[in-house]
């Protein structure tokens, strides 16, 4: 059965996460499990936060979920550095039904270790940049719509205010 996306508000997804401190069959499984779990859910990336694991381990496949030909796992991934400029649309498993467009930068370079703890470097540019931005953030307690303006921050909020309360009428009325 595939990992539980967390959603927006879940605390957990504010939270900065910590860092690995040892390669574990344990990890190993997670980042299996969460490969299957962002495949399931037509996902190209997923953070350990998003499936309530606040540790610093992504996976990213930018061919997913229909081929499953590029999965990456990243154990404590740092972005070493970023340049220019670029904006693109953004959704995320955790933030049900909202997509918008989201600054960031256009290249960047990341440090991690893989799954057998060797120091990997990356270099990514246009959706793969994006991508590791985005994972990184959430390690980091930060989501998509930190990075868009207030108005449609609270515009967004609102909306899931009103599930959250349909969701109690709901379970309330079952009960």
């Known amino acids: 059965m595939p990992l539980e996306i967390r959603k927006y508000p879940d605390p957990v997804?504010?939270?900065k996460a910590a860092p690995v401190t040892e390669i574990t069959p344990g990890i190993r499984e997670l980042a299996t499990a969460m490969a299957e779990a962002m495949y399931a859910n037509q996902g190209v990336g997923l953070a350990a936060p998003q499936v309530g694991e606040s540790l610093r381990l992504v996976v990213i496949d930018l061919t997913g979920p229909e081929k499953r030909e590029g999965l990456v796992t990243l154990v404590n991934p740092?972005?070493?550095?970023?340049s220019g400029e670029q904006e693109d649309e953004e959704g995320c498993l955790s933030v049900r039904d909202y997509r918008t467009n989201v600054r960031r930068a256009a290249n960047v370079?990341?440090?991690a270790l893989d799954l057998d703890g060797k120091a990997m470097e990356i270099e990514a540019d246009g959706l793969y940049a994006v991508c590791l931005q985005h994972e990184i953030d959430h390690l980091d307690g930060v989501l998509f719509i930190d990075h868009i303006s207030r108005l449609k921050r609270a515009m967004y909020d609102k909306r899931v205010r009103r599930w959250t309360r349909q969701q109690q009428e709901t379970a309330s009325q079952a009960g």
């Not at 740092?78 to 970023?82: Q, R």
């Open 109 to 111: 370079t990341v440090k």
């Open 78 to 82: 740092v972005i070493t550095a970023a």
């Open 13 to 15: 997804l504010a939270k």
